[in-house]
Nanobody, 120 residues
Framework: VQVVESGGGLVQAGGSLELACEAS????????VGWHRQAPGKQRESVAQ???????NYEDSVKGRFTISRDYAKNRVYLQMRSLKPEDTAVYYC???????????????WGQGTQVTVSA
């Protein structure tokens, strides 16, 4: 499964960005999609996740500012980021968990990441 993120960039504090994630797997096979981020010198952390059924959860520091959503027609997952802060600066990665063609278990696949930089 190929995963591709897009939409990163440079924005001033208080601004907004929208990231998009697209996977080369049928929408019906996707179990969950998550956005993660990794800042320099820090461990990768989960930011937001959306499940097959549409349930969402967020890391505490982004609650109320970030929204994860899914466009089933386009088979894309978006991360709308508002009121951005310098501490949101990181490489953002999309993770797609999907079924494996009738086999037990699942596949976890990652994109290459997209840089988000928030200036003070």
């Amino acid at each position: 499964v190929q995963v591709v993120e897009s939409g990163g960039g440079l924005v001033q504090a208080g601004g907004s960005l929208e990231l998009a994630c697209e996977a080369s797997v049928s929408e019906s096979m996707i179990i969950a999609v998550g956005w993660h981020r990794q800042a320099p010198g820090k461990q990768r952390e989960s930011v937001a996740q959306i499940t097959r059924g549409g349930s969402t959860n967020y890391e505490d520091s982004v609650k109320g500012r970030f929204t994860i959503s899914r466009d089933y027609a386009k088979n894309r997952v978006y991360l709308q980021m508002r009121s951005l802060k310098p501490e949101d600066t990181a490489v953002y990665y999309c993770n797609v968990r999907s079924e494996v063609g009738g086999l037990p278990g699942f596949s976890d696949d990652w994109g290459q990441g997209t840089q988000v930089t928030v200036s003070a």
